[in-house]
Every structure is written in C-alpha cells, then in structure tokens.
C-alpha cells in the first residue's frame, strides 16, 4: 500500500464512470454456443479471478461437455438444472469491461419452451448476438428470436456464425448461411447485421483473429462490441418522466419520483400531466446527490412542481409542447408467454410503465408465422406465439407508439389471479373507433331509483356446477324479494343463450365472451335501480371477477351453490353428465373442462345438504342483514 496514489485511483475511477455502456444478448436456437462465448468472452478479456477459474476447471471435469478442456459454458450456466441438462434455461446476465467500453451481456435460452426468457432479455438490449451453428444453418428459433428482436426494437445485430471449426472453416458454408439469413432478414427491421464467422470453443474471431480463417477480414467480436455505434436517442426523445411515486416525507415537500424514460426536464420547465392536460412548471429537481438544475433519461430524480395539481402513481408527467397520445383502445403486437392460451374477451392486468389497468384483447387479427411473415387466422394465442390483436382497456392511458418510444409503448400482461406475467407486447397506434364516444350525464342516477324503490341495488351472481340447483335458488330468491315489493329480474344462463348470446358456443372463448355480455347486461339493471340475479355456471374465477369490476363495491353478491359433483350428476334431469361423459359434449363443466371454485365468495351454500327453500332463506337473510332489502 506504499505506492498508492490516491489522485491515480481517482482518475481510474473517473475513466470508467466516463465509459459508455453496452446492453447486449446473445440469443439463437439450443446448442449453438451462447453460454460458451460468453464464458469465452470473459476469459480472454481476464476477468476471472483465480478461485472462479478453479472452480470452472473443477465443474468442467464434472459436468463438462468438451473432453479435457475448459468448458467455458459452465461460467454462465450458473443452474444447477441447467448444468445437468446442459441447456439455458433462465436469463443470466454478465458484466465485463475493456479499456474502451462497458458491457451487460443476457445469455438468454435457446429452448423454445423458455422464448418468454428471451425477450425479457431483449426488451432492454442495444444489440443482439444472435448465434447459428455452422452445420445446422438458419433453424425456425433462429428466426423466432431475430423476428422478436426486431419486435423489441433492436437495430444492431451480430450474425455469429459459430462452430466454423466443425465445417472445416468452410468459407462456402458461412456465405450460403448469410445468404439464407439476409434473405429472411430483408423483412426485418435491422439498421446493421455484422456477420462474423467463429468458433467460440476456441476462441477464433471471439477476441483474437483465428488463424485458419484467413479469408475473413472483419473484425472480431469484441473489436464490433467496442466499437459499434449504439447511442441511445432517449435523450432526443419528448420528455416522459412515469411517476412512480409521490413523494411527501413532511407537510412542506411535495415531489414525484421516478426515473425519466426519455429526454430532459429543467427547473421552469412547463410540464403537462398527459391524462388530465393540467400543466404547472418545474420547481426543483432533486436526487440523492442533492438538487440539480437539469437531468436527462436514465435519471432517478424527484421533480416538485410550483402548482399543486392532481397527479398520483402510474401518470406521465410530459413535455407540454409535445405531448403523447391518449386512448383506451388498440392495436398491439403481442408475445404470449403463458402454457394456458390467451382467451379474447378475458380480464387482464396490463402494465404500461408504472400505470396498470384493467382490460382485455377484444380481437386477435392474425398470428404472424415467423418463417414466413405470413398473417394465420387466429381464435387464441398459444405459448410463444406472437399476434397483432385489438386491446380494450378499462379507462384511457398516456403512451406512444412502441417505435417512436419503447418507454411508453411497451406493456406487460398480468394473470389478475395468479400475478404471473403472462404476455408482452407493443403498441403500434390508437383506435379512433371510440374517439367522439362519450359518457351521457343524466339526472337520475341508480342510487336514487334503487331509493324510490326502497331497495339498494346489486347483482347476486349465483355460480356452481350444472344442477348444483343455481336456478332453483334464484328463482325462489327472486319469488320473495317480488312478494317483499322488491324490484328484480332474474337473468338464467339457458334462457339468455337464446337470444342475446344464441351466436356462443362452449369453448373457453365463448364462455368467456358468454359471461362478458352478462356481466354488462347486469350492470345495467344495477344502474336502473334493479336487484338483478344472475345464475350462471361461470366457471371461471377471472370472468367473475370482471363481473365485480363493472360494478361499485357492494354491489357484486357472489353465492357459491356448493353442491358435489357426485349429486350433480344424480339430479341430471337434462342427461347433459351422461352425454359428457360418453364423450358427446365436449368441454362440459366438470368432466373436461375445469370448474374454479370461489374464494372469497359473500355466501356459501351447501348444496344438496339442505332444501332449497331453506337455501334461499339464507340469502334473503343476507340481503336483510346488509342492508340490500
């Protein structure tokens, strides 16, 4: 420590706080040598420490696939599943620096099982390494991941041509490879393709020039990396700063904090809150190191304004001068990444920046062949399919098109059940189909109707089996309010498959759609100041949760007919069980398709337990004691 030169550390530092950064991933189809380069990579670049290089000789002895070699996967493939399968399988990110540039590399799988994990690495990448192996060509999910790079906006692209050792360094096989994938490539929306023949097991054209490919006069890989122009326009971009949090740490400090997904902002700058349209300029923009006068994309800051204006989590504080767009609808394309198939007409959560909202895929046009770029009809959205759909949300969103601004225009699909995300995608433009649609004010409201009618107006949603005896309760629930003076209507799931949905069938999508249209239709005797009963199958928790969300607290009754499938099946005056399970109806409630049971339902009744008389006595008593009746 006696020739430490505390002034030197400080330039070191200094120098590599001023390098720039490059986001990059490798992607392509299994086995092509994405966790080999970038164990490749980090070696020859000597950012192994000597107790990880131990180890990597010990785990190349044991689970190695290269004889005695280094296998220089296994620096990446850090899962122990992975390791045993000798596949990727979750997304591993690496850091690694060289005199002239920072890096993050995603080593993302190959698998067409984990696609999802791709693009969760290519969603924040300046450039994609897409790998083939020379004696396979361009494979489908070679495709599959240049098209969803392309998607996700990545203009720069490495065309590794790896394994060139096992083709006898064959300059023939490496340009009938780059003419196969330039021809495919012509449809995508790439600004550079650098293609670079290697083998990353030995290193040629990783880092240092491979002696049996003389006919190469490109530059290597790292050379490309160091040196490839991928600055970012975030900074030229309008101003969208997502407010993630307000801040209120006393009663004399108001700020929003967030980090700015593009351009710049200054103190006196005119700002516009992008939903509402109220504007007020910067006060003070303050970060951890204190305030500033000015700061660009990429920054976490806390903005105060001089006005007190109505702005909370999930809004986009914007350039007043240029704004973005504001709707409810429309077309997107999505990247469905869910084993269970995306259903039109299902309630989902979808997260546009830190704003999430409730809504649903209204359409699918078209799925998009990746080999081909052709459109395919489409009813549903299977795993790893990429779509252009219709999307409808519950109320209007500030965003801009995914290719003016990745920031705004990206989303997340969010299961409102599970949490999982289940989709991503990107919104290409607006539908106007709704733009000079307006909700009508009037006078009466359902408050004072359900008033005049001396009764609070709600919905009772009555689910369960076929013959779990919904109906039978209903009908004597609805017998007593009438003869209490109530005002009701009683909605019966066979009785509206005549008329307004006679066009549904039973698969999940129509269900989904059939239960939709119910929802709606209650919604409206709830406006009119109606106790309306509903007695639905609705087999899935979801849909009957959509139906809650079009109403106010306290106006969705959910009464679970709890009866067992055995007695059920025992009361099938309709022969429907039979026939279900001879395999002449399909995708029967119970038999093969699945019925979610509620978990929070407001009454539960035991079905075939008690007689129905006494079963509607209890919920006439829970319509008394809450107050509905």
């Known amino acids: ?272 809150v992008a939903a509402s349209g109220r504007t007020s300029t910067v006060k003070s923009i303050v970060t951890f190191d204190g305030e500033k006068t000015r700061a660009v994309a990429g920054e976490a800051v806390t903005v105060t304004l001089a006005d007190e204006i109505d702005i909370s989590r999930g809004d986009l504080l914007c350039d007043a001068a240029e704004r973005p767009e504001v709707a409810d609808q429309f077309s997107a394309h999505l990247i469905w990444m869910h084993d269970d198939a995306l259903v039109p007409g299902r309630n989902y959560l979808f997260k546009v920046g830190t704003k999430t909202v409730s809504g649903s895929v209204t359409e699918i046009k078209y799925n998009v062949d990746v080999n081909s770029f052709q459109h395919l009809a489409a009813k549903q959205v299977e795993l790893n399919e990429v779509s252009v759909v219709n999307l409808s949300f519950r109320e209007p969103i500030a965003f801009d098109a995914y290719a003016d601004n990745p920031a705004t225009g990206g989303f997340i699909v969010i299961d409102r059940l599970s949490n999982l995300t289940v989709g991503a995608g990107m919104i290409d433009f607006a539908l106007r189909r709704a733009a000079n649609i307006h909700w009508q004010a009037v006078d009466l409201d359902k408050h004072r109707r359900g008033d005049a009618m001396g009764q609070r107006p709600a919905a009772i949603w009555f689910t369960g089996l076929s013959g779990a005896g919904k109906s039978t309760v209903a009908n004597l629930v609805e017998k007593r309010l009438f003869a209490l003076g109530k005002h009701t209507y009683l909605l019966d799931g066979d009785n509206v498959r005549h008329g307004l949905n006679r066009d549904l069938g039973f698969t999940e999508a129509d269900r989904v759609e059939n239960i939709r249209r119910v929802a709606e239709t209650a919604r409206l005797f709830v406006d009119a100041g109606v106790i309306v009963l509903c007695s639905f199958i609705s087999p899935f928790r979801s849909e009957r949760q959509l139906a809650r969300d079009l109403l106010e607290p306290g106006e969705f009754v959910e009464v679970f007919v709890d009866t067992p499938l055995h007695v059920a099946e025992r009361r099938d005056a309709k022969g429907l069980y039979k026939k279900a399970r001879e395999g002449r109806i399909k995708n029967f409630t119970g038999i093969d398709s699945p019925y979610e049971v509620p978990e929070r339902a407001e009454i539960t009744l035991a079905g075939g337990m008690a007689a129905p008389e006494d079963l509607a006595d209890q919920v006439i008593d829970y319509l008394r004691e809450h107050g509905y009746i």
């Not at 990727?88 to 190959?110: H, L, W």
């Not at 969603?123 to 083939?132: E, M, P, R």
């Not at 290597?220 to 990396?225: F, S």
Request: hydrophobic share 40%; net charge negative; glycine share 8%.
């Open 1 to 272: 420590m006696d020739n430490f030169d505390p002034a030197a550390f400080a330039e070191y530092l200094s120098r590599q706080e001023r390098k720039d950064l490059l986001r990059f991933l490798t992607c392509g189809s299994v086995d092509d040598g994405k966790s080999t380069l970038i164990g490749r990579l980090l070696y020859d670049t000597k950012l192994l420490f000597e107790d990880q290089l131990a180890t990597l000789q010990k785990d190349s002895a044991k689970h190695g696939t290269v004889g005695e070699d280094i296998d220089f996967a296994l620096l990446v493939d850090g899962l122990e599943a992975e390791r045993e399968q000798g596949i990727t399988i979750d997304v591993a990110y690496r850091f690694f620096a060289t005199e002239k540039r920072k890096f993050i590399v995603a080593d993302t799988p190959g698998h067409e099982q984990y696609t999802r994990n791709m693009a969760t690495g290519a969603s924040n990448a300046d450039l994609a390494v897409i790998l083939i192996d020379a004696r396979k060509g361009v494979l489908t999910q070679t495709r599959r991941h240049s098209y969803i790079a392309s998607l996700l906006g990545i203009k720069n692209v490495v065309l590794a041509i790896n394994k060139i050792d096992l083709v006898g360094y064959s300059k023939d096989v490496f340009d009938q490879i780059l003419a196969d994938y330039g021809e495919f490539a012509n449809e995508l929306a790439f600004e550079s393709i650098q293609p670079i023949p290697m083998s990353a097991r030995f290193g040629d054209n990783v880092t240092q020039r491979g002696e049996s490919l003389g006919w190469y006069d490109g530059p290597t890989l790292l050379e490309h990396i160091e040196t490839v122009d991928v600055r970012g326009s975030e900074a030229e971009r309008p101003l969208r700063f997502p407010v993630q949090w307000v801040n209120r740490p006393n009663l004399d400090f108001r700020g929003y904090s967030g980090t700015i997904a593009s351009g710049t902002v200054s103190v006196g700058e005119e700002l516009v």
